[in-house]
């Protein structure tokens, strides 16, 4: 049984990584160019 909660756990943050990957890329693409050229 603590190895099905374990998976059940893992599938969840996997889950909850790709929604952060996702809303990561989602707000870059909006970041203009020179942004990203700049030196700080």
């Known amino acids: ?3 099905k ?3 059940q756990e893992f599938n969840r943050f996997l889950s909850i ?3 952060l990957y996702l809303q990561t890329l ?3 693409k ?3 160019d020179d942004v990203f050229e ?3």
Request: no cysteine; proline share 11%.
């Open 1 to 3: 049984m603590e190895n």
């Open 5 to 7: 909660a374990t998976v």
């Open 17 to 19: 990584h790709e929604q």
């Open 26 to 28: 989602e707000l870059l």
């Open 30 to 32: 909006d970041v203009p």
């Open 38 to 40: 700049s030196t700080p």
